[in-house]
Nanobody, 114 residues
Framework: VQLQASGGGLVQPGGSLRLSCASSRSIVSFNAMGWYRQAPGKQRELVAI???????NYTNSVKGRFTISRDNAKNTLYLQMNILKPEDTAVYYC?????????WGKGTLVTVSS
């Protein structure tokens, strides 16, 4: 399975971006899918996760600003990011997990700066 993240870029504070993570195979088989990020000099952290049943969870710093969703028909995971802040600057990665393995996509860089 290959996951390909896209949608990153440069955005001003307060702006929005939507990240996409396209899977080469059906995402129905994933028990959970998530977005992670790694800022320069920091460890990778979980940003948001969505379970196969649709339940979601977010790290506190993005609650109310980010929305994770999945489109099983398009085999794609999304992260809608609103009211972006400079501290959201990071490389964002998507991950799909089943009972056996974790699959990581290559990251996409999000830079929030004026």
């Amino acid at each position: 399975v290959q996951l390909q993240a896209s949608g990153g870029g440069l955005v001003q504070p307060g702006g929005s971006l939507r990240l996409s993570c396209a899977s080469s195979r059906s995402i129905v088989s994933f028990n959970a899918m998530g977005w992670y990020r790694q800022a320069p000099g920091k460890q990778r952290e979980l940003v948001a996760i969505i379970m196969s049943g649709g339940s979601t969870n977010y790290t506190n710093s993005v609650k109310g600003r980010f929305t994770i969703s999945r489109d099983n028909a398009k085999n794609t995971l999304y992260l809608q990011m609103n009211i972006l802040k400079p501290e959201d600057t990071a490389v964002y990665y998507c991950k799909g997990s089943n009972s056996l393995l974790d699959y990581w996509g290559k990251g996409t860089l999000v830079t929030v700066s004026s």
